[in-house]
């Protein structure tokens, strides 16, 4: 989950800088290598003796909603990747953090416990110290606007995405129950699948499937970069979702909040040496401050684990 969700964070941020325009195209790459997934599922159906879960009515409405928000999840980072550096991207990221374990208790009754507000008052104080220094990072050829916009898209995604966590866990404790670890497996390609679906639906209305080529051409490094980050975009994408989705069946939503928000520092560490990011004081500030809101979560729900 980690190395996964680094490299395509970083990876967004590289489409965008090689040329890419297209938020939907990216978006599509995040969900286009569903059949990853279901590759590593079908040795279990056809050697083992495992046999599919029934797809009832229910499970199947819970799917598609999860789908429909993990695509609109995936297009909001896209936006926020197209105007902003991948370090400030992440920071904003680690909001995540909060939303999962909000949602995490309100939603499947996991510990909200005081290490877990301390953190979540840290990580505000660091996205707001992002918010007030917004013009030392601003790439050239970005408005204000964009700038503006690219925030409010991030922090909306990591709402969502902790959202989606939560969901996911709902799922795997009233529908399919942790059996075995193919329903894991088993969510991941129905969700991938239907965002794959309404992502390309999305493609298709704006014609996107035809600038494909016309990016691909313009593209820094040619055609082979373009292919060959949508490639490996689509590859860690996958990989990284069915890590958290894994994570959320193994342990819970709050766990998966935390490691989605510990790639922060590993993120933005990345993008100053591979991207030459501005690392401006309020941002390296915002950076000790969500590192050290992490590891206050993290000993904090340690002790009470020990304690209980």
Do not use: C
């Not at 510990?111 to 707001?128: E, F, K, P, Y």
């Not at 790639?263 to 500030?285: E, Q």
Request: glycine fraction near 8%; avoid cysteine; charge should be positive.
């Amino acid at each position: 989950m980690l190395v996964a969700f680094t490299a395509s964070s970083l990876l967004s941020r590289l489409y965008y800088a090689n040329g890419g325009k297209s938020k939907w195209i990216i978006s599509w790459a995040a969900v286009a290598g569903w059949p990853i997934t279901a590759l590593v599922l079908l040795p279990p159906y056809l050697f083992g003796r495992i046999s599919p879960t029934p797809l009832s009515l229910k499970l199947f409405v819970w799917y598609i909603l999860l789908g429909f928000l993990s695509a609109a999840d995936n297009l909001m980072f896209a936006w926020a990747y197209a105007y902003l550096p991948a370090s400030t991207a992440s920071l904003l990221s680690s909001s995540s953090l909060i939303f999962s374990a909000l949602f995490g208790y309100f939603i499947v009754k996991n510990d909200l416990n005081l290490s877990s507000v301390n953190a979540i008052v840290i990580i505000t104080a660091g996205t707001v110290i992002i918010a007030l220094d917004s013009e030392s990072d601003r790439y050239p050829g970005v408005t204000g606007k964009q700038y503006t916009l690219g925030f409010i898209w991030d922090i909306l995604g990591s709402a969502l995405h902790g959202l989606i966590f939560a969901l996911s866990e709902l799922v795997f404790l009233k529908l399919l129950g942790r059996r075995s670890f193919h329903v894991v497996l088993e969510q991941q390609v129905m969700v991938s699948l239907l965002a794959f679906v309404f992502t390309s639906i999305g493609l298709v209305v704006n014609n996107d499937f035809q600038r494909m080529r016309s990016e691909a051409s313009n593209f820094k490094h040619g055609e082979g970069s373009y292919a060959m980050v949508l490639t490996w975009a689509a590859i860690t994408f996958q990989l990284g979702v069915l890590a958290g989705t894994a994570i959320v069946f193994l342990a819970s939503t709050v766990l998966a909040g935390v490691l989605n928000a510990v790639r922060v520092p590993l993120t933005a560490i990345a993008a100053v040496v591979l991207f030459h990011d501005p690392m401006s004081g309020f941002k390296i500030l915002s950076l000790v401050i969500t590192v050290w809101g992490l590891g206050s979560y993290i000993v904090g729900h340690s002790s009470s684990k020990v304690n209980s």
